[in-house]
């Protein structure tokens, strides 16, 4: 399959900066690797958009030329790198305990990359703009702003569904497209391993920071669908590894590498993920502000310009649309929606401890009970409403017990770990090391910016896993500088036990059915409309009752007047979508988008949801059948 080049371009890249750089360790050669090629398939994709050329022979032909660049690379150097040595370094020297937990390790990855294969993207988010616009830019074989009433598909930051659709594109369909997000659950374990490396740590506490990536229950849930934050919370711990690299670089060479490295990472988190700016800005400031002190000005004012511009060149395309669009870069509606409209004190508490709360429900009723009081008392002290608008998202603030639902999955043993480490750190902070001290202090202010910027959500847990994934290895590193090994190790069995419901049960795609899942059925003897259907319950049949004739009667050419609430790309997948011989459009009046309408679209079939019951023609044809308040203007076949 043709998506294969993507993987085979990272390794083969990843090898080639090993024989550049033999003295780096394989993991960061690895990482590296991970973030060139993510910025190449962002600048591929914005090319080949340009004109209209995103199709599979022209990406195939993409990823190949980066292949064959770097087998010449490694034919010009001394041969592969040794792979007894890497081996040896990751299985042979561990001790016994520690090799275990990376078996169960191993073990939760496969299990979700299992889940991750068998499922189709089913999240609602997916089925309503991340999938449906990466079928539009197959279609349109461009990344260019279309015509929708679904504007978040224009709007929103493309990074991750830049990377679905060269996937999408690249392998005929959707059945690998969940794969990049578990990619991104593995690259970061990696991440994660690499950073305690770069913390001083040893080889049982690089394993703890492993298995606290690996048991992160909205990580498992996030690491087999297709949204967007394991990709973003990806590039957010590349950069922070990037920044540490900068900080510990011996040699100008190194510096000016780490930093352009840095700031590729850096865009690529922007281009995925506007939420990922707080956790990254305040340890760019502190790294930024240690190296004014100790480094030649006139080199780092240099370098910095230059990551500058790949920031620019990774981000330009996509704001440029928006602005185009929205006279907005971000977006107008998207700012509205999400950015904090009480900036003092109290709002930004109320939302740092409604944020917090988050994670701390238990399987207890009457202790959550308790924890929501205690909630509600700190916002009577604050004089803010609980879920005054102008903090408040989406949803209203609540405290339920552990959830395996893909949107509102909490991380409390994590959560409670990074609080014990902060204030073992706070007790003896002139004692502590200055590294440590101020990677601790970074992250946690990231999340305090976060919690000043951003509204809170009732699903906002899973915006935060960039925050929990850069937690783990220093959590990890201050738990082996107070507790011996094998507390350390006692610790990473718990975490491993406490995640197998979100390995083993997601609600609506489990390996194993439990009480909290959508079905008693596991995903093996589920076809893909039952999958689809634990996540949409309230669409029935309504795709198969529309989609049906349309198929009978081989129409190819279908215009879409949904909801912006619709679940467009069940349309998509139900008409057989990618073909080259289907056309999808929607059919739209007073939106942003609308001025992009194809003018010479002359559709065969209309979906349109919430039409009014006497529509009895739609630009000239006639009403077929309608399933709950979905309706199908089919022409008659000749």
């Known amino acids: 399959m043709l998506a294969a080049v993507i993987p085979l371009a990272v390794g083969l890249l990843g090898i080639s900066l ?24 962002v600048l591929t994709a914005e090319l080949l958009g340009l004109f209209h050329a995103i199709t599979g022979p022209n990406l195939a032909a993409a990823w190949t030329l980066l292949m064959a660049g770097a087998v010449l690379f490694i034919f010009r150097h001394d041969g592969l790198p040794d792979c007894r040595k890497i081996i040896a370094d990751a299985f042979v020297s561990l001790h016994r305990w520690d090799g275990t937990l990376l078996l169960v390790v191993l073990g939760i990855v496969v299990a979700v990359g299992i889940v991750a294969f068998y499922s189709p993207p089913q999240s609602v988010d997916s089925l309503n703009y991340h999938m449906s616009r990466v079928a539009h830019w197959a279609q349109n074989q461009s990344l260019a702003h279309y015509a929708t009433g679904i504007e ?53 506490c690089r394993m703890l ?18 949204m967007s934050d394991y990709v973003a919370a990806l590039w957010t711990l590349l950069t922070v590894g990037e920044l540490l690299r900068l900080l510990q670089a011996t040699d100008e060479k190194a510096r000016q590498e780490a930093l352009l490295f840095t700031a590729m990472a850096a865009g690529l988190a922007f281009v995925t993920k506007a939420t990922t700016v707080p956790y990254l800005a305040i340890a760019a400031m502190f790294v930024v502000a240690t190296l004014w002190k100790f480094c030649r000005k006139e080199h780092l004012v240099r370098v910095t310009i230059a990551g500058a511009v790949l920031i620019v060149a990774l981000n330009v395309g996509y704001l440029w649309r928006n602005y185009e669009t929205y006279r907005h870069p971000l977006g107008s509606g998207n700012v509205a929606r999400q950015q904090n409209a009480l900036v003092t004190v109290p709002g930004i508490l109320s939302n740092l401890v409604r944020n917090a709360a988050l994670h701390a429900g238990t399987p207890w009723k009457e202790v959550n009970e308790q924890i929501f009081r205690a909630v ?76 000043a910027v951003f509204k809170w959500q009732i699903w906002g847990s899973r915006l935060q896993l960039p925050f929990f994934i850069l937690l783990a290895p220093i959590t990890a590193c201050i738990l082996a500088r107070r507790f011996p090994s094998v507390v350390l190790r006692v610790v990473a069995m718990l975490l491993l036990f406490y995640a197998w419901p979100w390995v083993m049960s997601i609600s609506s795609r489990p390996l194993i059915p439990n009480a909290q899942s959508r079905t008693d059925r596991s995903i093996f003897s589920l076809d ?26 081989n129409c190819r050419e279908v215009g879409l007047m949904l909801s912006g609430a619709g679940m467009e790309y069940l349309y998509w997948d139900a008409l057989g979508a990618p073909a080259d011989d289907l056309q999808l459009d929607w059919i739209v009046t007073g939106t942003p988008s609308a001025r992009y309408e194809v003018d010479n679209f002359s559709p065969c079939a209309i979906i349109c949801e919430g039409c009014p019951a006497d529509w009895h023609m739609l630009r000239g044809i006639p009403r077929a059948i309608t399933s709950g308040d979905t309706t199908l203007f089919l022409q008659s076949a000749p």
């Open 18 to 41: 090993q024989l550049r750089t033999p003295c780096q360790h394989w993991r960061r050669a690895l990482l590296r690797s991970v973030l060139l090629c993510g910025a190449y398939a």
């Open 152 to 204: 978040s598909q224009n709007s929103m930051s493309p990074g991750s569904e830049i990377l679905f659709l060269h996937v999408y594109v690249l392998g005929g369909g959707d059945r690998l497209v969940n794969g990049v997000q578990w990619l991104s659950m593995v690259i970061c374990i990696l991440g994660a391993v690499e950073i305690a490396g770069q913390l001083g740590a040893g080889r049982t």
């Open 209 to 226: 920071a492993a298995v606290i990536v690996a048991s992160l229950p909205m990580g498992l849930a996030e690491a087999s669908n297709t």
């Open 376 to 451: 509600l008392a700190v916002h009577v002290k604050l004089g803010v409403e609980l879920d005054d608008p102008r903090t408040t998202g989406f949803g209203f603030f609540t405290i339920g017990p552990p959830t395996t639902e893909e949107a509102s999955a909490g991380n409390p043993l994590q959560a409670v770990l990074a609080l014990i480490c902060f204030l073992l750190v706070l007790v003896r902070w002139r004692r502590e090391d200055r590294l440590i001290r101020g990677y601790m202090l970074s992250v946690v202010a990231g999340f305090l910016l976060f919690s």
């Open 528 to 553: 893909r409309n039952e999958l689809y259907a634990l996540t949409t319950p309230w669409m029935g049949n309504t795709v198969a009752v529309v989609t049906e004739p349309i198929n009978a009667q």
